[in-house]
Nanobody, 120 residues
Framework: QVQLVESGGGLVQAGGSLRLSCAAS????????MGWYRQAPGKQRELVAL???????NYADSVKGRFTISRDNAKNTVSLQMNSLKPEDTAVYYC??????????????WGQGTQVTVSS
């Protein structure tokens, strides 16, 4: 049973920083893609940033230059450093992982979400 556990959300003033972390546990062959999504009230869930096992990264235009995603393949963790936060970054942030298993299967997993609130 794979679990994704997130930490690091909270309340911060505009211009401040937060760091989110996500750890995957379970019997995992490889995590192909790990990333962060967010969902603000009344809006659809959107991609914030993702990183592949090969080290490629992809960012939403709205966070480029402010957010940095990083991962530790050995520890099955991914982090999101968020700088210069804006009120429009307020949302529930979800960790996501596309995981391969020893039996050849693959599945997509989500964390429980962590609230990030940026005050103006």
């Amino acid at each position: 049973q794979v679990q994704l556990v997130e930490s690091g959300g909270g309340l911060v003033q505009a211009g401040g920083s937060l760091r989110l972390s996500c750890a995957a546990s379970g019997t995992i062959l490889r995590i192909n893609v790990m990333g962060w999504y967010r969902q603000a009230p009344g809006k659809q869930r959107e991609l914030v940033a993702l990183t592949t096992s090969g080290g490629s990264t992809n960012y939403a235009d709205s966070v480029k230059g402010r957010f940095t995603i990083s991962r530790d393949n050995a520890k099955n963790t991914v982090s999101l450093q968020m700088n210069s936060l804006k009120p429009e970054d307020t949302a529930v942030y979800y960790c996501n992982a596309l995981i391969s298993y020893y039996n050849g299967g693959r599945s997509d997993h989500w964390g429980q979400g962590t609230q990030v609130t940026v005050s103006s």
